[in-house]
């Protein structure tokens, strides 16, 4: 998508391991957002955040961590890989903290799967 | 908590059968209500933002209407160029963040 690419796309590890999900953007967009996405729950968001080093928690928090140094770059990291966390992961991006009502940008996915 | 029931889960057209799709909502007090399309492997696409009820958007064979409890998502003559899952999400005033339904997954045969 335009202006904001995830990396890896896809990728499969072991459990326990520490995985990091990136998210750049080229849209200069102050807010980030991290969503997972599983069958039977939809998107639900992760972390967010509204600023170089300003984040918060969201609905399913528990077992990730994020970064945000420079405000093209959104880290998602997987301290210790389970299971449960296979699932495909989006970043979104939006302009300002009304920017829920101009809409997001999303962001093509990564595919990751816990072995 | 705001809460987001979309129906049916999924939907099957020949092309140029038109349909609606709903989206049910709980909400204290709604800032805006959205549809986005997602295609196979990619992430949502936004096609429409909707603030209060009566309101309504159109675009190409897509329209979305309002009321104070549920937004329709109408097709008009669809294409298989229009099969895709489509999701509705709102935003309350007590929070800042979305809360998605899980998706019709639209499918148009030729």
């Known amino acids: 998508d335009a202006g904001i690419t995830q990396s890896p796309r896809h990728k499969v590890t072991e459990t326990g391991t520490p995985v990091t999900l990136r998210c750049h953007q080229t849209?200069?967009?102050?807010?980030m957002y991290w969503y997972r996405q599983d069958p039977g729950h939809g998107l639900r968001l992760i972390h967010y955040?509204?600023?170089?080093?300003?984040?918060d928690k969201g609905e399913v928090s528990d077992g990730y961590s994020v970064s945000r140094s420079k405000t093209e770059d959104f880290l998602l990291t997987l301290e210790s890989a389970t299971s449960s966390q296979t699932s495909v992961y989006f970043c979104?991006?939006?302009?300002?903290?009304?920017?829920?009502?101009?809409?997001?940008?999303f962001g093509s996915g990564t595919r990751l799967t816990v072995v | 908590e705001d809460q987001v029931t979309q129906s049916p889960e999924a939907l099957r057209l020949q092309e140029g059968e038109s349909s609606s799709l709903n989206c049910s909502y709980t909400?204290?007090?709604?800032?805006?209500l959205f549809w986005y399309r997602q295609d196979p492997g990619k992430g949502p696409e936004f096609l429409f933002t909707l603030y209060s009820a009566g309101e309504e958007k159109e675009k190409e064979r897509l329209k979305a209407t309002l009321t104070k409890k549920e937004s329709f998502l109408h097709i008009t003559a669809p294409k298989p160029e229009d099969s895709a899952t489509y999701l509705c999400a709102v935003r309350g005033f007590s929070g800042s963040r979305l809360t998605f339904g899980e998706g019709t997954q639209l499918t148009v045969n030729p």
């Open positions: 955040s509204y600023g170089v080093k300003d984040t």
């Open positions: 909400v204290s007090g709604l800032r805006g």
């Open positions: 849209e200069n967009h102050r807010y």
């Open positions: 979104a991006i939006s302009e300002s903290g009304q920017g829920a009502i101009y809409g997001y940008t």
